[in-house]
């Protein structure tokens, strides 16, 4: 492999190693989860970086191959994990009364978007992002329209996970 | 929705997640890959490596010899022809289909590629069981003629009378030895695809319903 390519992939990816990190977070619960995900998300972009011609960002570029790793190539199952985390945020909710503190809240935020699926936890970053509904329709394949009623769709259903 | 709003400022902040060094990275993307590509390219090859080693080993002299003896040495000579010519086109498009696999594709194209790629696969498979249940055929036709002990029993049968009555046994046995192994075939694939296709296909599906 080319070196210097190898220098300058290692390089924007350090600088640029937070959004990785918050895809990884959105898809994996546990430290070793995490770092699992991140590594084969490095693998494939290492894979496809030679085909990486600069005409996106490299972040823009980065964050779609490592969606695609997390929602398709990735083969940890997750699911054990998952329902733990799902009592505990059951056993939270019972308790909400909306005098949390915020920082609760946003550990609730999290548990609760952790429930959502793949696709919806995918549509979910491209919104945290600040993504425009072009680029969420492009990313995923489906079409603009679609991609705004499924995004409405998820925030009640988040709400309902909220509020049960 | 309010506290979505709350989400998006605590994810705005960048939060302090532990840093991956340079070191790190470098090491990172020299491993290797555990993804079901890379499981799905596996377990092809061994697929085709093993329909070709049975091709191979079933075509030994000694049957080569039978066949001249039963006349059909010109029609296996094509037969195998055309198989192999099959077979070579089988891997091609595995080949091309898996090229074509790519990570920077929208996530729907990716996960039709990754499925197209399986879809070869299976049409080989399928391919191959057809072609053990044509050469099970032959060989209760020649069997039947050419075999002296069946073709003596064959001949007792229609002694006694009940000539239709054998024929049908004798092909029932056949069939139900083909459906069996039919299903094994099927079963084992169902398994191993199922498990390692499981999370693929429900993103796909669930894509699919959303542009629906």
């Known amino acids: 492999m080319d070196p210097e390519l190898e220098q300058l992939f290692v390089k924007q990816l350090k600088e640029n190693q937070n959004i990785i990190h918050k895809i990884c977070r959105l898809y994996t619960s546990g430290e070793d989860a995490h770092k699992d995900l991140f590594q084969e998300i490095t693998i494939q972009l290492w894979k496809a970086f030679p085909k990486f011609r600069g005409d996106s960002k490299f972040s823009t570029w980065a964050y779609r191959v490592a969606l695609n790793t997390a929602i398709t190539l990735y083969r940890k199952s997750t699911r054990s994990v998952q329902t733990s985390s799902f009592d505990t945020t059951n056993h939270f909710i019972r308790q909400e009364e909306y005098n949390y503190e915020e920082e609760e809240q946003i550990k609730l935020l999290y548990n609760a978007v952790y429930q959502l699926n793949d696709i919806e936890k995918a549509l979910i970053f491209m919104y945290l992002e600040d993504k425009d509904y072009q680029e969420i329709s492009e990313t995923l394949g489906i079409s603009e329209v679609n991609a705004r009623v499924k995004m409405n769709r998820i925030k009640t259903k988040l709400k309902k996970i909220l509020n049960p | ?212």
Do not use: P
């Not at chain 2, 070709?52 to 195998?80: A, P, R, S």
């Not at chain 2, 022809?81 to 070579?88: F, Q, R």
């Open chain 2, 1 to 212: 929705m309010e506290e979505l709003d709350l989400l998006k400022r605590d994810w705005n902040k960048g939060n302090s997640f532990e840093q991956v060094s340079e070191k790190d990275i470098y090491r990172m993307s020299h491993k290797k890959s555990s993804s079901i590509v890379k499981w799905l390219l596996a377990i092809s090859i061994i697929e085709f490596a093993f329909w070709m080693l049975l091709t191979i080993l079933l075509n030994d002299e000694k049957y080569e010899v039978k066949l001249q003896h039963y006349g059909l040495d010109q029609m296996m000579f094509w037969v195998n022809t055309i198989n192999y010519a099959v077979l070579v086109s089988f891997i091609f498009f595995f080949y091309r289909n898996y090229r074509t696999i790519s990570t920077t594709d929208s996530t729907h194209q990716l996960m039709k590629n990754i499925l197209k790629t399986r879809k070869t696969v299976q049409y080989y498979i399928w391919y191959n069981l057809s072609i053990v249940f044509i050469n099970v055929i032959l060989t209760m036709v020649v069997t039947l003629y050419h075999n002296s002990a069946i073709s003596s029993m064959l001949l007792q049968a229609t002694n006694e009378g009940h000539r239709t009555f054998f024929l049908f046994k004798y092909t029932c046995m056949w069939i139900l030895i083909v459906v069996l192994i039919i299903v094994l075939f099927w079963l084992f694939y169902k398994l191993l695809y199922g498990i390692l296709l499981k999370k693929l296909f429900a993103n796909y599906k669930e894509l699919k319903k959303i542009d629906l």
